[in-house]
């Protein structure tokens, strides 16, 4: 497998709370939460950033990730007042784990622009 954190919450070799599986994408709690929701929507295979994301072949895998992220919200009861969705991109960008990962928000407001 690869060689992230994630890759061993995926393969089930570390442990996560995770609230969504599927073939292809998995969604768990972040472990330093920055909201009273904070969940990581991840594909199953590995793509480092987003950077290496081609919108023709990837499309229907981000959109299962949309997908996801629309139903946790429903069900984490965040959806009708609103969430904010999350890709941080190399250094600028704030990333710290190199497997692609969305960050599901909620619970609270968040400003703009970020910080
Ligand atoms: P990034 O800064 O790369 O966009 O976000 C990485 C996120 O992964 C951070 O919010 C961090 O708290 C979370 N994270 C890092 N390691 C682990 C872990 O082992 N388990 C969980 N559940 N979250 C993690």
Redesign the pocket.
């Known amino acids: 497998m690869g060689n992230t954190?994630f890759s061993k919450?995926i393969s089930k070799e570390?442990p996560?709370d995770i609230v969504f599986e599927t073939e292809n994408v998995l969604a768990?709690?972040?472990?330093?939460p920055q909201a009273p929701v904070h969940i990581?929507i991840i594909p199953k295979k590995e793509i480092p950033t987003i950077r290496e994301i081609n919108g023709k072949t990837d499309a229907v895998l981000l959109g299962e990730m949309i997908d996801a992220a629309n139903e946790i919200a429903k069900k984490e009861n965040i959806s009708e007042d609103g969430f904010r969705l999350v890709f941080?991109c190399g250094n600028n960008g704030?990333?710290?784990?190199y497997h692609i990962?969305m960050?599901l928000l909620g619970g609270r407001k968040f400003n703009w622009p970020p910080g």
């Open positions: 954190i919450i570390i996560a768990f709690r972040d472990i330093k990581l941080n704030g990333q710290e784990v990962h960050h």
